[in-house]
């Protein structure tokens, strides 16, 4: 069974400083994990992904993620906030083994201060 | 582009009045999903299809129908909606399992 859990359903920060967003995972096999963005009243878009390769993932918007085997994290960070980054975070969990199955984390709302 | 389409983007129907839904891609992916989203919670499986296989989730009501006539397109057929599926309804496509999904914009029914 996999699962994930994100930390702080709602986190604000201020315009210009650094994003953390939490996201713990359990899995009994290598996992791929996922951070997809979702503004409102929008579809879900893929941020970046972990599939293996390597630990520090790159993805669009400036946002990056660590994949931490030891602590189980797979957290997201930008070094400074846009206003425009204000959205709902999703962090997902699927394994490698040809389940088609994502599962999601309850989501963590993002409020930029200006 | 390359994308995944949901029409129409707000749908009102009324209680009891069956209602389709529909997704169209343009990525030729294997995969097929359907989630229904309520307010301020993660997406929820429906069901997919993996080419023309389909997987329902055991949670899933009865009430909820699926169809996929070709690579393209999958349709979401609510047979008698209630005012509790009244939510966003997401389409998502994946190459195959070992793939991210893409999402489509979403569809939000109203039950009135």
């Known amino acids: 069974a996999q699962s994930v859990t994100q930390l702080g359903s709602h986190v604000s920060v201020s315009e210009g400083a650094l994003v953390l967003l939490r996201c713990n995972y359990s899995?009994?096999?290598?996992?791929?994990l996922f951070w997809y963005v979702q503004y409102p009243n929008q579809g879900l878009q893929l941020l970046l992904k972990y599939t293996s390769a390597a630990t520090l993932v790159k993805g669009i918007n400036g946002f990056e993620a660590e994949f931490k085997k030891s602590e189980t994290s797979f957290h997201l960070t930008k070094p400074s906030a846009h206003m425009s980054d204000a959205a709902e975070y999703f962090c997902a969990v699927k394994t490698n083994f040809g389940n088609e199955k994502l599962t999601f984390g309850t989501g963590t709302r993002l409020t930029i201060i200006p | 582009d390359a994308m995944v389409i949901q029409n129409p983007r707000y749908q009102v129907t009324q209680f009891g009045k069956p209602v389709t839904l529909s997704c169209s891609q343009t990525l030729n992916h294997n995969v097929m999903y359907w989630y229904q989203q309520k307010s301020s919670q993660a997406p929820k499986l429906l069901f997919h299809y993996y080419d023309k296989d389909f997987n329902n989730e055991a949670d899933t009501p009865d009430n909820f129908q699926s169809r996929r006539p070709n690579t393209s397109f999958c349709f979401l057929d609510i047979r008698s909606p209630g005012l509790g599926d009244a939510a966003m309804y997401l389409c998502a496509t994946s190459r195959d399992s070992y793939y991210e999904q893409y999402f489509g914009p979403g569809t939000r029914l109203t039950v009135t």
């Open positions: 899995s009994s096999v290598p996992p791929y």
